[in-house]
């Protein structure tokens, strides 16, 4: 077991899981976070390496939820190092036929997870006056997109909580950054229409989708020493899509 443990929100697949996976390379302990109890069960097992991975299903939305979780973390692994708020979800539509419900949803995974893990971890991290915070945002964040008022509302608020939160922590020794990724191959973005991968490829200057790797890299460039002294930033992760 190593000293430094991190909880991974949205940890079962796709980006969660590659975070995961470049973290348990590094040595990190590992408690991974999401609704979906057989996978991820499974993404636990999977993990390579000599650290110890916690598989915890639970509800990002629930506070109850979280705070169970946060405390059998802290149980099993020690101390809170480190948090990666990743778990998120889409329910896309135009703003007219968009229904309350699917705003709501976006927001309720998307933003008040990311606030109820904050929250939990925060007074742990005080009491060891250190600790990372690393928030997954999105580039729509920043420019909105047609078609995802909710989801670019939720990740827009995510980066302003990002600035409050490294604001009241930092003279704790706890940062707090968000990461803003732009198109990333994902079993999401996989079942988009060829014609809408094009044309969106053409907005990207490095001529490439980006990888969950991509994403993965610079979560853990936040978590390390290097970034001792970075906080309340947005680094953007999207081959130059949004400049």
Known sequence: MSDKAVIITGAARGIGLAIARTLASRGYDLALVD???ETVAGAAASLAGDGKYLPLAGNVADWDSVQGLVERAAAELGPIYGVVNNAGITRDGLLLRMQPEAWQQVL???????????????PLM??????????????????????????????????????????E????????????????????????????????????PLKRLGSAEDVAAAVAFLLSEDAAYITGQTIVVDGGMVT
């Open 35 to 37: 609704i979906m109890e």
């Open 169 to 204: 922590l930092g003279g704790r020794a706890i940062t707090c950054n968000a990461i803003a990724p732009g198109f990333i191959a994902t079993d999401m973005t996989h079942d988009l229409p060829e014609q809408v991968k094009l044309d969106m490829l053409k907005a990207i």
């Open 108 to 122: 309720d995974v998307n933003l008040t997870g990311t606030f109820y893990f904050t929250k939990a971890v925060a």
């Open 126 to 167: 005080m009491r060891q006056k250190i600790g990372r915070i690393v928030n997954i945002a999105s580039v729509v964040g920043l420019s909105g997109n047609a078609g995802q008022a909710n989801y670019a509302a939720s990740k827009a608020g995510v980066i302003a909580m990002t600035k409050s939160v490294a604001k």
